[in-house]
């Protein structure tokens, strides 16, 4: 804040006309998709996503916080200016394109069955009619699922919605579903913290992960463009992959 600024809110209780507040953008998060994003045991947002974008904010000069939030519906709240970014593990794909503007990608991830570790199932015996399969309301994979296997293939497993990742697992962990489709990286994440394993893809093609921001943002845009390669340019990138085990 400069002198003047800080003397005239002293007295005035604000800044001086014509003085503009700094624009904070927010970041909203899904709290529950390690290690992208997540919160700590303090509350505090955290993950891949978060320091990087910290980084990128912080290099291009412009501030930044991460707002938790439902992952469904976290587009429908970009556009209703509740957030003005989400960086947070959103793959990029032409349908969310029509709604929003991505970046460009910055991590590439596969998709994968996670089921119990003892179990024996494959992706083919695991997605077989009359079984549960787990997966995270309003994910790429939730819709690839529904349009490819149920619908044109005919399969008749059944899907089973939740908000998270880490909760699909849970259900894995306690034998409520045979398995659960996610991202490679919450899946990994995963077998690091319970009694399950990746047991291959079940046919999605890859994806990549970008930052979304709203069409007319087109300023923020080139600078987090900007940012993101200067990031991928400097040590501190391997740093990052490293402290979030990516
Ligand atoms: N690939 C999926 C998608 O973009 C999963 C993303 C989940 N990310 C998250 N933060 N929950 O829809």
Redesign the pocket.
Known sequence: VCLVCALSMLLFGNAPSGMAQEKVYVNG??A??PP??FVDKTGKPDGFDVAALDWIAKEMGFKVTHKPMD?DGIIPSLNAKKIDIIA????ITEARRKEVNFTEPYWK?TQVLVAKKDSAATPETAMKDGQKIGV?R????AKWIEENLIKAQGKKFELVYYD??PLAVEDVVNGRIVAAA??DAPAKDAEKKKPVKIIGSFGMPD?T?GYAVRKEDTELLKKLNEGLKKLQASPEWDVLRKKYEL
């Open positions: 998060i899904d529950n998709f992208f994003a992952w947070s593990g959103m793959s991830i995270q309003g994910t790429t994979e998270s990742a996610m991202d994806e992960f």
